[in-house]
Nanobody, 123 residues
Framework: QVQLVESGGGSVQAGGFLRLSCAASGDTYRTTMAWFRQAPGKEREGVASIYTGGGMTYYADSVKGRFTISQDNHNTVYLQMNSLKPEDTAVYYC??????????????????WGQGTQVTVSS
């Protein structure tokens, strides 16, 4: 069983930045940790992922070059979000999936989920 707690959300103006954190209880070594987001009226979409066993990362096209996912140990993952746009506004969720699935940004592939943190970008 893995529990996830996200933090770092908030409100910023377009062009600004935020850093999200996801702290996991339990060992997440050799799993894939990912960030998803869900805007009102839209489906949950994958943003970025990292394989904790080797550090490989994967990004959705919409955030490439602006967002960076990283880890400082096997249990904490970050999402650095730069050059934020109003369309980045959403609730951001941290998730954990078993094994080497970092190229899969499909919610159904992930087992454990956090409660989410709100990110609001104003124009």
């Amino acid at each position: 069983q893995v529990q996830l707690v996200e933090s770092g959300g908030g409100s910023v103006q377009a062009g600004g930045f935020l850093r999200l954190s996801c702290a996991a209880s339990g060992d997440t070594y050799r799993t894939t940790m990912a960030w998803f987001r869900q805007a009102p009226g839209k489906e949950r979409e994958g943003v970025a992922s990292i394989y904790t066993g080797g550090g490989m990362t994967y990004y959705a096209d919409s955030v490439k070059g602006r967002f960076t996912i990283s880890q400082d140990n096997h249990n904490t993952v970050y999402l650095q979000m730069n050059s934020l746009k109003p369309e980045d506004t959403a609730v951001y969720y941290c998730a954990v999936g078993r094994g080497l699935i970092f190229r899969i940004l499909r919610p159904s592939a992930y087992t454990y989920w956090g409660q989410g943190t709100q990110v609001t970008v104003s124009s």
